[in-house]
């Protein structure tokens, strides 16, 4: 759900001309990539000057889905950048970062100003906020431990959206109408971009 709402917005920066699906990233940032302690395991590795936003969206950047999965804990490649679909959380999270450094935009407040504010999702955002307390579902795990709800203290475009069931309709009904959209980002949310041809997600 978070995915999918960050897309919404990537795509109005797109309309604002502040961003282009297929400029590579390394055009928006001040500095190389690896020069950025977080990413700086990409060091030698070229590749990062191929992705795009793009290729970040529709998880064909060929970068790793998650560090921490990673044997040695560190970030890299597993993939040739658009050449198949691979999951990667650490990709939509790279957009957002390359949207903060290189544009200048705060991802959760602008979230809240473009999106959620419009659409009238009083009850969500991209960071925990204390009045979620009193209307909050937690999960149970397969073997019926109980899940507490991860309250996260930072935005995370790959996941730290909180939000009910009456927001996500509300949010569900403009993205699949492109409210607020021009017809050619509108078109960008259906278009067919990158077969799923693997048998497991991971």
Partial sequence: ISKAAFAYYVLMLVDDGALDLDKPISAYLPRPLPDYPFYAD?????RWRTITARRLLT???GLADQRFLEPDGKFRFKLEPGSRYAYSNEGINLLQFVIEQGLGFKVGAE???RVFAPLGMTRSSMIWRDDFKDNLADGYEANG?????DDRSSVK?????????????????????GKGLSAA??????KASMPIVSDAQF
Avoid: F, N, Y
């Avoid at 990409?42 to 070229?46: D, K, R, T, V």
């Avoid at 959206?161 to 993205?175: E, F, M, Q, S």
């Avoid at 980002?185 to 259906?190: I, K, N, P, Y």
């Fill in 111 to 113: 979230m809240d100003r």
């Fill in 59 to 61: 998880h064909s950047s």
């Fill in 185 to 190: 980002s509108r078109a960008e949310l259906t």
């Fill in 145 to 149: 431990k109980w899940v507490a709800h």
């Fill in 157 to 177: 475009a790959a996941g730290s959206l909180d939000t009910t069931i009456g927001d996500l309709a509300k949010l569900t009904a403009a993205i699949a109408s």
């Fill in 42 to 46: 990409l060091a030698g590795h070229e």
